[in-house]
């Protein structure tokens, strides 16, 4: 089975904090994901990267980075952490080899307060 | 653009109710259709898949049909238990988008005994 880890299920950081959220895969997947989850909004899509180094922009990419280094793990940064990022954190990974529609797995999501 | 509508929940059952949970796309071609679950504290998980219109996606008593005419994904199960409480997502993906998936809302379901 693919597994998909955050390194934190549950954080608290303060506004202005430099804030980092972790994802790892273990199954040489090429496509990683990060989505931010939030009440009646459903999950948006923050960046995602298609291999080592590369990225795109999601759908809400604003007062986020994200740093791709090696194939397995795709950091999620917040420059300057401000209240209105407080959610819910979930990254997921996906093979685009063979047929395009491979799901994506997900990690169990971090829950990201700031204060 | 390409949107997916799910119904607004919260949908509350009794133990053993038949279920339908509404799902309608919006898309400029033929995308793939998912229906994720997300139980209380974890991550979301695949429930099942629909490639084609008129493709049934089926798992753990769970139905879904692709339905190109009406643009509809509707989930539907003929006996809800209370271990099925949770929050489902209606998804679709295009080709060549790297995966790419567009979620709806989701809607929560809890069951009772």
């Known amino acids: 089975d693919v597994k998909v880890t955050q390194s934190s299920r549950y954080l608290v950081k303060r506004t202005g904090e430099k804030v980092f959220l972790e994802c790892v895969q273990d199954?040489?997947?090429?496509?990683m994901f990060w989505y931010r989850q939030d009440p009646g909004l459903g999950l948006r899509l923050i960046y995602f990267?298609?291999?080592?180094?590369?990225?795109e922009k999601g759908d809400i990419p604003e007062g986020y980075s994200v740093s791709r280094e090696k194939k397995e793990r795709f950091s999620l940064i917040l420059e300057s952490a401000s209240t209105n990022q407080t959610s819910m954190y979930l990254c997921?990974?996906?093979?685009?080899?063979?047929?395009?529609?491979?799901?994506?797995?997900f990690g169990d999501g971090t829950r990201l307060s700031i204060l | 653009g390409n949107s997916v509508t799910q119904m607004e929940g919260p949908v509350t059952l009794s133990e053993e109710a038949f279920l339908t949970i509404n799902c309608t796309y919006t898309?400029?071609?033929?995308?793939?259709l998912f229906w994720y679950v997300q139980y209380p504290g974890e991550g979301l998980q695949l429930l099942l898949k629909?490639?084609?219109?008129?493709d049934k996606g089926s798992n753990k008593g769970f139905e879904a049909t692709y339905r190109k005419e009406t643009t509809s994904f509707h989930l539907e199960k003929g006996s809800v238990q209370v271990s099925d409480s949770a929050v489902y997502f209606c998804?679709?993906?295009?080709?060549?988008?790297?995966?790419?998936?567009?979620f709806g809302a989701g809607t929560r379901l809890a069951v009772h005994p």
């Open positions: 997921a990974s996906s093979d685009p080899r063979g047929v395009y529609n491979q799901p994506q797995h």
């Open positions: 998804a679709l993906v295009f080709s060549g988008g790297y995966n790419k998936l567009i």
């Open positions: 629909a490639t084609k219109a008129d």
């Open positions: 990267s298609y291999d080592v180094k590369m990225k």
């Open positions: 199954m040489d997947h090429e496509n």
């Open positions: 898309a400029t071609g033929y995308p793939s």
